[in-house]
């Protein structure tokens, strides 16, 4: 099995390293530890977007309907919210498990590594499991032997949010 | 009983003394669910969909009306149909796909049979197998029994008696035009399918209650107004109209179940975020402001770009012009319903007013917003609280019903939709005063 590494500038990075970086980051959205993941993002520039789940590919969410569309200002808020007790569809908070694989290393583009990856997260609450399928898109800034993000797009392979009803928790 | 309806008695409504009750068997019970879809959602006109979301010949959107799978179709011939989506046939969909342009034919997999996008039956393999007796001309794809396009407002009605649209309609005609008046309303692209765990009329209640948004949202107006330094507005009920006065009024029944919270609003719509659309589209804002007033003068300008706060087309279209949310939900069975979200927004928007509305949207609606996730849960738990009905029998729906309103929003707008609710379950027929006031 060969290791898939980026073209420069980033040619010395291995899918090891980006999958070290985003099972520690599944690790801390399961643990709920959630002022440690906000600052995984680019504090300037970063940002979370999640589509409707009949949005086509692409879709500007400037122009289009998504689910979430968070720059850094509103992922704060949305942070904040889900740590202040007041967001009543996570206090109690749900259990969740994200499970990531099929990591792959795509290119750049500018200063960032195109990562794709496929992922489950079960969401546990109220004696429902409730499974959320799809594929994380994420532009990664190598920095200081890691990296920040600088988009975090997750795409929901499900044809509608049921019976989840909500996507309250970060997916 | 009498009239063989379950319903009968479960609706306490003690005008005289301002106390107003709901059994709670009406969202558990499985026999008052079966006669809800016989008696309210077969006997109404429900909203379908906007033709912004097929607006082209050979564009069609297949989704679930009232439990039946139906075709938005937008025929060769420019006509817009409602067609039962089911081969005539032996029954298989014809149309599988959630949406889409450019169909020529809707085709049935199962044994080839054609229709047309105007839905008659074109071809089918091995014709001359059946005898001159059969009927391809009377075999084309059946629409629904009633159909009425209402400025690009696709509606259905699956009872072909049901009274016209405009009658059904009543006083709230006027009220969806004044949203629609904001522009040429479009559908964005991009739609909430999401679902609750709890009765359907759990989110009537929930979809125009002014009282819950202090406690269930606290965290939208604590944190992300704060963090976006926008104040609350007043929470004070707004005063009573004078004469003729156009000020806000607050709830107005609108005969026929449908009902509204804030008519006519004059705060500029939606009242709420005005101050979020002047931060991040300021300018622009005031040129489509401007534009409305080039269109209708300042008064009914005014009165358009206000809205009508959160309304409700009974039985299941809520209307939230704050928002631009267009909802609708059908339950599946007592405790569990499909939702059905859309931003309906003016194809005038410039894109940094349209990023914006959009912005607004987000914050506060759909599954994944600071709001809606919260009356999710709330709602799943009035419902596994209501594994208790037989102990604890009545939920209380009196708020406000002397015209006490001092202290903020009252429950009229809930008393109103029960009201039908209840005439239509057990009459059958419209009920005859929806609001508080003795006839």
């Not at chain 1, 546990?124 to 799809?134: L, S, V």
């Not at chain 1, 594929?135 to 988009?151: Q, S």
């Not at chain 2, 001309?137 to 396009?149: I, Q, T, V, Y």
């Not at chain 2, 770009?305 to 949310?325: E, K, Q, S, T």
Request: with cysteine; net charge negative.
């Amino acid at each position: 099995m060969t290791t898939a590494t980026a073209n420069a500038p980033h040619g010395t990075i291995t899918r090891a390293e980006v999958e070290d970086f985003l099972y520690a980051e599944a690790d801390l959205l399961d643990s709920w530890r959630l002022d440690e993941w906000i600052a995984l993002f680019d504090q300037e520039r970063g940002g979370y977007y999640m589509p409707t789940t009949d949005c086509p590919p692409g879709a500007d969410p400037g122009s289009a309907l998504y689910l979430i569309a968070d720059d850094m200002a509103k992922l704060r808020s949305r942070v904040e919210q889900l740590l202040s007790g007041l967001t009543w569809a996570e206090n109690p908070k749900s259990r969740t498990r994200h499970m990531v694989n099929n990591v792959r290393i795509l290119g750049a583009a500018g200063e960032a590594l195109l990562v794709q990856a496929n992922f489950v997260v079960y969401r546990m609450r109220f004696q429902n499991i409730d499974p959320y399928i799809g594929t994380y898109h994420y532009k990664l800034i190598p920095n200081n032997g890691t990296f920040k993000i600088l988009e975090r797009l997750v795409v929901l392979d499900l044809e509608a949010l049921r019976p989840h009803g909500k996507v309250s928790f970060i997916v | 009983m009498a009239d063989g309806s379950n319903a009968s008695g479960l609706i306490l409504d003690d005008r005289a003394d301002g106390i107003f009750r709901v059994h709670r068997s009406v969202f558990v019970d499985k026999e008052i669910f079966e006669q809800e879809r016989a008696r309210v959602f077969d006997k109404s006109w429900l909203f379908a969909g906007h033709v912004s979301e097929f607006p082209n010949p050979g564009d069609f959107v297949t989704r679930s009306v009232a439990g039946r799978p139906v075709i938005l179709a937008h025929g060769d011939d420019g006509q817009i149909r409602v067609l039962m989506n089911t081969c005539r046939h032996r029954g298989n969909l014809v149309c599988r796909e959630h949406k889409g342009s450019g169909a020529e034919f809707f085709r049935c997999f199962y044994h080839g049979w054609i229709y047309d996008t105007r839905g008659a039956l074109k071809g089918i393999p091995g014709e001359e197998a059946y005898s001159d007796a059969f009927d391809r001309d009377a075999l084309g794809l059946e629409p629904a029994p009633r159909m009425h396009n209402h400025r690009g407002c696709v509606f259905v009605s699956f009872d072909p008696e049901i009274e016209s649209f405009a009658r059904y309609m009543a006083d709230a005609l006027p009220v969806l035009d004044n949203t629609l008046d904001l522009g040429q309303m479009e559908f964005v692209q991009g739609q909430f399918k999401y679902s609750m765990r709890a009765n359907w009329k759990l989110l009537v209640e929930n979809s125009m209650d002014g009282y819950h948004a202090d406690h269930t949202h606290e965290r939208f107006f604590a944190h992300w107004m704060k963090s976006e330094g926008l104040a609350r507005g007043s929470r004070a009920a707004p005063p009573p109209p004078g004469p003729g006065s156009d000020a806000p009024r607050g709830t107005v029944p609108l005969r026929n179940g449908h009902v509204t919270t804030y008519y006519p609003s004059s705060q500029g719509r939606p009242a709420v975020n005005r101050s979020y659309l002047e931060k991040h589209a300021g300018e622009d804002l005031e040129k489509f402001n401007a534009g409305l007033v080039d269109r209708y003068g300042p008064d009914r300008a005014r009165k358009v770009a206000g809205g009508a706060g959160n309304y409700l087309i009974f039985p299941n279209l809520m209307i939230i012009d704050g928002w631009f949310v267009f909802r609708t939900f059908y339950p599946t069975s007592p405790d569990y319903m499909e939702i059905n979200g859309w931003a309906c927004m003016p194809k005038e928007d410039s894109p940094a007013l349209r990023r914006a509305r959009l912005d607004w949207y987000l914050a506060f609606q759909g599954p994944g917003g600071f709001a809606t996730p919260d009356d999710v849960e709330g709602l799943e738990g009035c419902q596994m609280g209501f594994a208790t009905h037989k102990e604890v029998e009545w939920s209380d729906i009196s708020r406000g019903m002397k015209g006490n309103l001092a202290g903020g929003p009252g429950e009229l707008q809930m008393r109103v939709f029960w009201r039908e609710w209840h005439a239509r379950m057990t009459s059958g027929q419209h009920a005859e005063n929806t609001g508080d006031q003795e006839a």
